[in-house]
């Protein structure tokens, strides 16, 4: 799990609603023009295109409540400046400011937390009280009324995705370092619009969270029923993860899968009848979708397009938001070109260039033969590659135990891992000064610090008889986190771009981390074919992912296009647009057409355009390992990371001197076949 530090900065939640009136900005374009020739001529400048903008910027997030028109215009003339070696010195100030700010939220945060994440505190219902506050809340709001915030927009105005792109090459770090300061202030959105989108994820999150089915409550036409009858799965990640755990199970595991199936195209279909949801009052044949109580057939309704209506007051809540955009920029593209910095468009030309790669074929027919059958829809999520372990876990969980009876023993071990991964004796200090290891009450995950001088936290599980193996798999890879979070904030040059381009990019190098594990217990398991069967198990599951992404931005493009559609109508479309994927990326290799299956994802509704995110994870972890092939893994590792935050397109090719593509995963599959 990783935090995003970004969250001490949302903004402002509690202001009252106000009139549309008062939300909009009072500056028109022709007090733009005026503005900005008036510091033309008062500064006697050539060239005015970063003045343009800035005052445009201004103009954008410009209330009646901040001023007049007027007031406006002697803003701008007083607070522009001129002079480079002045900008320098208010940007060095404002970003010291920031992350004292930052830094202390973080902290004060994290600390506040302790009790919730940390099992070696009591806990008592205030805790809960005191770690929902959220210290930064007002920070955002705040720089509007004092001024703070103009003065950024009208100096160090934001860049869109695209002129970021273009003006990558010739930027210098200092001018990257100006522009993040601008994404700061890049629309101002009114406190109720945020406010309702946040009610609407919360409903959908809800709705998703208790969205489970009875399993054991299944029939098939013979009335013979396949689960545990207290056997309750959430759709649709356990149902999903039955279907894989069903390929080791050669009694009735195909049955299973195929039932459940079914029930995944019922829902998809909202054909499921909306009793059964949640419910053991009735057993339910997906296949016939008939349902029975104490063996007699009685009829249903089927789930009112609910799935749907969710989706559609997601989209209703966050295209309410459009106009406050700089160009009225969508929600597709604030989640692509600005959340992730990959435009949508990019994302489908890379996606696609994956899915039409003839070795989807190849790898289909491979998984033909190792399951003995033709494929079915459903092995998407085939999970056979996985190499089981030929090491006995039972000796590792003794080793680890061992090694790491509480927090304080792996946190003294930190700087001997990196020693193993080839940092220097100096170097694993210096970043593991910077990190400690807390017990932690959940799973564990790793939280960055937001300033110098501070630490990274890595929290993990560990039990009264130590750290078994699993708590330290997660460890590892958390502690890649804390790694990343260290390096990317001491050793980059401009705290504004501390960090990495996004989420994406951490987990990569939190899974080559982890993929180091045995290695840091001297383990050696240098086996070709394990390496293979990995490459191509990452493989099957990119092609199943990005099949998903795609048709998470195509449903989203068609709600724009169709702004008044209701649930009925966005349902057809989806499963319209899930069959036109699959027909175009699946069919062939699947040999069936017409499958709607790549519609049944959560995330779909409760993190909206999130899902290409995994994707190119897997992407960015195959580019790396090439990169660090046959070089120095920690040279490599603290060069590549100490780049901060450029766009993900610039931060590779100055990490491996080639675009971000799906080229590496490709090239290692192609291989890993010949080697299977
Ligand atoms: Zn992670």
């Not at 619009?193 to 208790?210: C, H, W």
């Not at 970043?431 to 990274?456: E, L, Y």
Request: hydrophobic letters at 35%.
């Amino acid at each position: 799990m990783f935090f995003l530090l970004a969250s001490v900065l949302v903004a402002c939640n509690t202001t009252k609603p106000s009139s549309d009136e008062q939300e909009k900005s009072n500056i028109d374009k022709q007090t733009v023009l005026q503005t900005v020739k008036l510091i033309k001529e008062k500064n006697k400048l050539t060239d005015t295109e970063l003045l343009q903008k800035g005052v445009e910027q201004c103009a954008l997030l410009w209330r009646k409540s901040d001023g007049t028109t007027q007031e406006f215009k002697n803003f701008c003339l007083e607070k522009y400046i001129k002079s480079e070696k002045e900008k320098e010195l208010v940007f060095s100030k404002i970003s010291r400011n920031l992350e004292i700010l930052n830094g202390h939220f973080n902290t004060i945060t994290i600390d506040l937390l302790r009790p919730t994440h940390q099992s070696d505190y009591d806990t008592h219902e205030i805790d809960n009280y005191f770690g929902s506050y959220s210290v930064g809340a007002h920070l955002i709001e705040d720089f509007y009324k004092n001024k703070i915030a103009f003065i950024v927009a009208l100096n160090f105005p934001p860049f869109s995705l695209e002129e970021k792109e273009k003006l990558a090459k010739s930027w210098s770090r200092k001018q990257w370092a100006y522009a993040r300061l601008g994404d700061m202030f890049e629309a101002r959105v009114p406190v109720n619009l945020v406010q309702k989108a946040g009610e609407v994820a919360a409903a959908t999150d809800r709705y998703i969270a208790d969205y489970n089915v009875c399993v054991g409550y299944l029939t098939d036409k013979d009335n013979k029923r396949f689960f545990p009858e207290d056997k309750v799965l959430l759709s649709h990640w356990n149902l999903r993860d039955e279907i894989k755990a069903n390929y080791a199970n050669k009694n009735d595991g195909l049955e299973k899968q195929k039932i459940i199936y079914k029930v995944m195209q019922r829902i998809i279909s909202q054909e499921i009848p909306k009793d059964v949801i949640n419910s053991k009052e009735f057993t339910w044949d997906p296949y016939s979708n008939k349902t029975y109580k104490n063996g007699k057939e009685v009829n249903l309704n089927s789930e009112p397009n609910t799935r749907y209506k969710y989706l559609l007051d997601n989209f209703k809540a966050n295209s309410a938001m459009d106009k406050y955009y700089p160009n009225s920029i969508n929600y597709i593209k604030r989640q692509y070109d600005g959340a992730k910095e990959i435009s949508a468009e990019n994302t489908e030309k890379i996606f696609e260039k994956f899915l039409s790669s003839e070795l989807t074929k190849k790898v289909g027919k491979l998984i033909e033969q190792r399951l003995g059958r033709k494929l079915l829809p459903f092995d998407i999520w085939y999970d056979g590659f996985k190499s089981r372990s030929e090491l006995d876990e039972s000796k590792l969980d003794a080793q680890t135990r061992k090694l790491y009876p509480n927090a304080k023993a792996l946190e003294a071990d930190l700087p001997n891992l990196l020693l193993k991964l080839g940092f220097s004796k100096d170097r694993a200090k210096y970043i593991c000064d910077k990190i400690v290891v807390d017990p932690a009450r959940g799973s564990g995950h790793a939280w960055g610090a937001s300033m110098k001088g501070d630490v990274a936290h890595l929290r993990t599980r560990i039990s009264g008889k130590g750290m078994d193996y699993k708590g330290y798999n997660i460890a590892v890879h958390e502690f890649g986190h804390n790694v990343e979070q260290t390096i990317s904030l001491y050793d980059v040059d401009y705290y504004m771009m501390n960090g990495v381009p996004n989420t994406a990019f951490t987990e990569a190098l939190a899974f080559i981390f982890q993929k180091r594990d045995l290695k840091l217990l001297d383990i050696n398991t240098n086996s070709p074919k394990a390496e293979a069967l990995k490459t191509l198990d990452l493989f099957w599951s990119a092609y199943e992912i990005m099949g998903v992404s795609l048709l998470d931005i195509k449903v989203w493009r068609w709600m724009y296009e169709n702004p008044n559609a209701d649930e009925q109508q966005l349902k057809q479309a989806t499963m319209n647009l899930a069959k036109e994927v699959w027909n175009k990326f699946y069919a062939d290799v699947y040999g069936v057409k017409d499958q709607t299956i790549l519609a049944i994802y959560s995330h779909m509704l409760n993190s909206p355009l999130y899902l290409s995110n995994y994707a190119f994870g897997n992407l960015i972890e195959f580019q790396l390992e090439m990169q660090l092939k046959d070089k120095s893994f920690s040279k490599e590792v603290s060069r590549i990371f100490k780049q901060g935050r450029l766009t993900p397109n610039e931060w590779m090719n100055q990490a491996t001197g080639n675009d971000l593509s799906s080229e590496p995963l490709l090239k290692e599959t192609a291989k890993a076949l010949t080697k299977i």
